[in-house]
């Protein structure tokens, strides 16, 4: 939900994949005669064949289907919010799926034990509470109503780590389906193996301690001013309240009234405002922070795809660097935490010991500053009916999945109409550049867009969905690796940024600055160069849901609103996406396009991903793109006419700013003023920023465009386009239902993603002796296993361990032995084990798969004596 505009960080899929034909084969018993024994008998010296007819399971060799696009012709999205009422529905067959990371241990039995369903698992949410941090200036304590914000206080917002008891949380309200939560890092993916040393530390330090929080409250709040009255905080006289929002739609309510019941304890009182999530948005993504109308939020997040790099959390959730609100906006942190959480997002560092110095710092100066507190990882399940097969992801179950759309049908069956429901749908107004964030929003948009890349959603490494070939050119000595054999990967002593790449944009003139024109004294140079080339018939198979062919105007149009917003002289500056830009220009070099036939673009950056795959930028013009959607030139057009005469806005902060609507491309008050620029711009045959973007389209394209986008209006009413399997056929903003159809003109078979196999998650046990005497050998015996057959030793990446003493300070850490396949040990030497105290101590294994990016881990406790 995240991530930044020019890195287009999608993931692959496992190569325990394999790609099937579109039909699902079904088992079918025949009779078939087969030779079952061979007798040999010495009388009449020789062998007899005995045959037999026998019943036995054949699979039919799967019969290819000629269909394009889509398995189902349809999806029609609704909003259900309770998970009960969506099971019953889900049994009575009035949907068929329900796209929401349930954790209610109640609702997880009732699947289980029903015949008709099934769910998947998924480890991508998180459960927070969001402190409104504003202030009215950046020197006051006050909103601007002369409310007292104590949650602008750093050192508040800290000690209320202490009040929370997360294993009560993980027990008490998700009945063991999640873990304690401290960080932005989710627990199951691989930057959490690589730093447990430094997170298990720091969960350690801001264990549950609630007289350590009041007394941190008492003082800082004193500090500010405040005076506490018969246990409660008053300011110049009045009470102090807190008003919280608390959504309800899942266990969330239950965390609320948890931690209102903590703040309490100490001192504040608590408005507790229960909110559905269209109750609250408002509220929290469109109000303007400094205005106080707010001051917590039960916050809940999903990582849509596998991360293998959790580095960028550090600036999306702390800085203003890459969320458009004005809550995110507002955020002010030390200069040192908003370097580090730069520098994390750019992946600006030379070897892997940098990094974990710049995540020990980001991990520890995140719960110093604590915008948000971090509460639990979900282990999160996804009901669906039995016959319903979709491809989802280990982070974001099929709501996250960018294949979904691809790969959901029902079993043996092409065509019909896929009922999916979630907790929400159509919360905020869609647009492009800056429109809604939500999960429930997001995932019929990624049906809609298309992608250069494609994501596994097992193991978080990207895969060519459009692209030809790419080739990763990367700085000697930068720790890059590859996985798969689509992209190629060398290394040179240093990479030029050649004099005719685009490197910055002149906003007052509309034409881009080459990298001669910027450097005139300095030849530029770059950490990686990614070099993309597209398939020669690009532009002849691929069109726009209104029946415009893509072309090379789309690609360049990107390139220009990868600038143009963040400067001063656009007509379409805004100060919200501007963080974003700016923060991407740290890292960025230069594009080239080298070829348009076939379209060859080179990419020049500083910021690097740790795998060659996913460090290819494609510049596809779709969501992962834009962030918010994908965009035409031409439609996109409309909206930055719409923009720039301030009759509406992209973003909600520029919108609330001016006092004018938060554009929409798909609903309500938005279209009549966006049709008066779509008939303006036919009129004209309009081609924005011309000086540029003229060189690349046509005037026969442009009237072309104009004509098709004026009839896709006429015949569907919204301005929402793309170039996915799905298009908007009906959205109903009052009923909040969405019907997606299926696109006819999709160029890829329906085939193309239909085979995965299961996810090969490992099982990790640990046994030894539960008493170990101080200054004696110890060995612990690590069982790692897959459906409870030994987990290969040549898919496993790496078996650590962890030990852990009676204060519960890490003493020693270190690699676990292989002893074959799924089997490792843990040896402590006699000096190693003298220097443990007398009491309980704890071992913690962590082991790392290959064909998955969730590690696995167990712990043993033992206890140690003289």
Not at 33 to 50: D, H, S
Not at 487 to 507: C, H, M, Y
Request: hydrophobic share 40%.
């Amino acid at each position: 939900m995240k991530k930044n505009l020019l890195m287009a960080f999608s993931i692959l899929m496992v190569f325990s994949m394999l790609l099937a034909a579109c039909a699902t084969p079904t088992p079918q018993t025949v009779i078939q005669t087969v030779t079952v024994e061979k007798v040999a008998t010495q009388v009449v010296e020789k062998t007899v064949e005995v045959t037999k007819q026998v019943e036995v399971q054949v699979t039919p060799t799967p019969v290819p289907s000629s269909r394009k696009g889509a398995w189902v012709d349809q999806m029609i999205f609704t909003s259900i919010d309770s998970a009960d009422s969506a099971v019953t529905q889900l049994k009575a067959g009035e949907i068929d799926i329900y796209a929401y990371g349930v954790g209610s241990a109640a609702t997880f039995k009732a699947v289980q034990d029903s015949p008709e369903l099934t769910f998947n698992y998924s480890y991508g949410s998180a459960d927070e509470i969001s402190y409104n941090t504003a202030t009215a200036a950046t020197t006051s304590t006050l909103f601007t109503n002369g409310e007292l914000n104590p949650f602008s206080n750093a050192k508040i917002r800290e000690a209320t780590n202490w009040l929370i008891d997360r294993n009560y949380v993980v027990q008490e309200i998700f009945k063991g389906l999640a873990v304690p939560k401290i960080l932005p890092m989710i627990a199951a993916f691989p930057d959490a193996a690589r730093y447990v040393d430094v997170m298990s530390g720091l969960t350690a330090k801001y264990a549950y301690n609630p007289d350590k929080a009041k007394t941190v409250i008492q003082t800082e709040m004193e500090g500010m001013g405040a005076k506490l009255n018969n246990g409660k905080w008053e300011y110049n006289g009045k009470p102090l309240t807190m008003k919280f929002l608390i959504r309800t739609e899942d266990q969330r309510k239950d965390i609320g009234d948890y931690f209102a019941n903590q703040l309490e304890t100490v001192g504040f009182t608590v408005d507790r405002q229960y909110k559905t999530r269209s109750e609250a948005s408002p509220i929290w993504v469109r109000s303007d922070a400094k205005d106080g109308k707010w001051n917590l939020y039960t916050g809940g997040w999903i990582t849509t795809a596998v991360s293998r790099d959790d580095g960028s959390n550090y600036s999306f959730y702390y800085t203003k660097n890459d969320y458009p609100i004005s809550l995110f906006q507002n955020y002010r942190n030390p200069q040192e935490f908003e370097d580090v959480a730069l520098k994390l997002r750019n992946n600006d560092f030379k070897t892997m010991d940098e990094r974990r110095d710049l995540f020990t710092k980001a991990m520890t100066m995140a719960l110093e500053n604590s915008e948000r507190v971090w509460v639990v990882d979900l282990l999160a399940f996804t009901p669906r009916k039995a016959n319903v097969q979709v491809a989802y992801d280990l982070a974001g179950s099929v709501a996250g999945s960018l294949l979904y759309p691809f790969t959901v049908r029902f079993t043996g069956q092409e065509g019909g109409t896929m009922k999916i429901a979630q907790p929400g749908i159509l919360v905020d107004p869609w647009n492009p550049l800056g429109g809604s964030n939500w999960i429930y929003d997001s995932m019929p948009i990624r049906a809609i867009s298309d992608y250069g890349v494609l994501t596994n959603p097992y193991t978080g490494l990207a895969l060519p969905q459009k692209i030809a070939k790419a080739t990763v050119e990367a700085q000697e000595g930068l720790p890059i690796a590859k996985t798969l054999d689509w992209v190629d990967l060398k290394f040179s002593k240093e990479i030029q940024v050649p004099g005719d790449a685009w490197v910055d944009w002149n906003a007052k003139n509309q034409v881009f600055v080459t990298a001669a024109e910027k450097y005139t004294s300095t030849q530029p140079t770059a950490k990686i160069k990614v070099t993309v080339t597209y398939p020669a018939d690009l532009f002849k198979t691929v069109t726009w849901h209104d029946g415009s062919p893509l072309s090379v105007g789309d690609f360049v149009m990107g390139m220009i609103e990868y600038f143009d917003p963040g400067k001063k002289d656009s007509p379409n500056y805004d100060e919200a996406l501007a963080s974003t830009i700016d923060a991407n220009l740290a890292s960025f070099k230069g594009v080239k396009i080298v070829s348009v036939d076939p379209l060859t673009i080179e990419t020049y950056t500083d910021l690097y991903a740790l795998d060659a795959e996913n460090n290819v930028t494609t510049w596809w013009p779709g969501a992962a793109l834009y962030g918010y959607g994908p965009a035409a030139w031409h439609n996109l057009a409309v909206g930055l006419r719409a923009d720039a005469d301030k009759k509406l806005a992209f973003t909600t902060d520029k919108a609330s700013a001016l006092k004018v609507e938060w554009m929409n491309f798909l609903a309500g008050p938005s279209l009549d003023i966006l049709n008066t620029y779509l008939v303006s711009s036919t009129t004209q045959s309009y081609i924005p920023f011309a000086p540029t973007l003229g060189k690349f389209v046509t005037a026969d394209e442009a009237k072309a465009r104009w004509d098709n986008l004026t009839k896709w209006y006429e015949s569907y009413h919204h301005f929402f386009i793309g170039t996915g399997p799905f298009y908007v056929y009906k959205a109903f903003t009052t009923e909040k239902t969405l019907i997606l159809q299926r696109n006819p003109n999709y160029p890829d078979s329906a085939d193309k993603w239909s085979g995965f196999g299961e996810p090969k998650l490992a099982t990790t046990e640990v046994d030894g002796p539960g008493n170990v005497k101080i200054g004696s050998e110890a060995k612990f015996n690590v069982t790692v296993t897959y459906k409870d057959a030994p987990y290969p030793t040549a898919e496993i990446t790496a078996a650590k361990f962890l030990l852990f003493n009676a204060k519960g300070d890490i003493v020693l850490t270190g690699d676990a032995t292989a002893a074959g396949d799924g089997a490792y040990t843990v040896d402590l030497t006699a000096d190693q084990t003298k220097s443990l105290e007398a009491g309980s101590n704890k071992l913690q294994v962590v082991i790392s798969p290959l064909s998955v990016s969730v590690p696995s881990s167990a712990t043993f406790e033992f206890v140690t004596a003289p």
